[in-house]
């Protein structure tokens, strides 16, 4: 069996691919996967990372309002639909699967042209452009929120089945990841990220923050800027004489994110789905700030879902401070009532059955 995959640009449409062809692999003795992403997306560390072959297509995402870049955008779609049909002429896939991201555009269209068995995964509460187009052409829809429902017109192939995870956030153990980190057990520990590419906003306010929990015996701070922003904040820190102590640990990127959200206490990060997903399926307690550069706001839809439940608290960029975080996290320190209390209701909110669901719609639709 061929299973061909593609999604791509950011970490929250790579992820989710990778954790359903982790379960197929598994499952299916001898089964070939292929991946289809760009050079330039993040896929193109995280697919070889995870053991999977890549192959790469020309493609590019649409402006919202007509410009120059509208006619390059064409010009890169019609070589994209040219890549495509190339590559699944060669791989002959039994399966198409689209994750998100403009690159499965052209990918699950032709598949689906070819009379090729194809399904889609929404990890947002709304829809972005490309599976709501998709939507019309595949087999199936498979979206991680009810919400997402009323975004497709043919709401018979559409099945609720949640985000997959990757196990390492399921077995995970508190103990195990402060050990492997060298982070002693009775601290605070608090996680800041901005998503794979990094928050220039969330890195501006978290310097001052990292400035203030600085050598607190109490609360060790895990702070991951993306490689945009790395040097920045390390530069931002280091003047006058600022000496970084034990307690702040700074990264530029995280490939084991399961080992290092494994020995938090909370959270502090945007709202992507998966982000979310991995939260809940953890149980962690979390601070969110919506990206409001994102389509359609989704990020504050999907947070909204975790603040309406008292799992999460929510920040608006607009109202983010360093002096909003640092008494937040002093708050949730001295607190652990109501840490555990928003911890058993984000653990309530997980779907830790996704992936499989996923999977065996997947194995329904390939058998019928």
Do not use: W
């Not at 190339?86 to 039994?94: A, G, S, T």
């Not at 709401?155 to 985000?163: A, L, Q």
């Not at 550069?293 to 603040?307: C, F, G, I, R």
């Amino acid at each position: 069996m061929k299973i061909l995959i593609s999604g791509g640009g950011t970490g929250g449409h790579i992820y989710p691919a990778i954790a359903i062809a982790n379960k197929i692999k598994q499952e299916i003795k001898g089964v070939k996967i292929l991946f289809v992403g760009t050079e330039r997306g993040l896929e193109s560390q995280l697919v070889p990372n995870a053991g999977y072959r890549l192959k790469t297509i020309t493609v590019s995402g649409f402006k919202r309002r007509l410009s120059l870049d509208t006619l390059k955008s064409i010009k890169d779609l019609f070589f994209g639909l040219k890549d495509a049909i190339k590559i699944i002429h060669q791989f002959k896939p039994d399966l198409v699967i689209g994750t998100g991201g403009y690159v499965c555009g052209p990918v699950v269209f032709i598949a689906s042209l070819f009379n090729i068995k194809t399904v889609i995964h929404e990890q947002n509460v709304i829809p972005g452009v490309t599976n709501k187009m998709l939507g019309k052409f595949v087999k199936r829809v498979l979206v991680s929120f009810e919400e997402s429902k009323q975004y497709f017109n043919h709401s018979s192939k559409v099945i609720v089945t949640g985000n997959p995870v990757r196990n390492d956030f399921i077995d995970v153990r508190k103990e195990q990841s402060r050990k492997a980190l060298g982070i002693d057990e009775n601290r605070f520990v608090v996680m800041a990220f901005g998503g794979s590419r990094g928050a220039e906003k969330i890195n501006e306010t978290m310097a001052n923050v990292l400035k203030n929990f600085n050598g607190n015996h109490k609360i060790s701070i895990i702070h991951v800027t993306g490689s945009k922003h790395y040097e920045g904040i390390l530069k931002s820190l280091n003047q006058n004489n600022f000496e970084i102590k034990k307690n702040i640990m700074i990264k530029e990127y995280i490939y084991d994110m399961a080992k290092f959200m494994g020995a938090c206490d909370l959270i502090i990060g945007r709202a992507g789905a998966i982000t979310l997903a991995e939260i809940t399926a953890m149980g962690l307690p979390s601070i969110l700030i919506p990206s409001p550069y994102v389509a359609n706001n989704h990020q504050e839809y999907n947070a909204k879902v975790l603040e309406k439940n008292g799992a999460s608290v929510l920040v608006h960029e607009k109202d983010l401070t360093d002096k909003k975080i640092i008494n937040l996290v002093n708050q949730f320190s001295k607190d652990p009532d109501l840490l555990k209390e928003m911890a058993c209701k984000s653990k309530a909110l997980a779907k830790p059955n996704a992936t499989d669901m996923i999977y065996t719609d997947i194995l329904n639709l390939i058998e019928t």
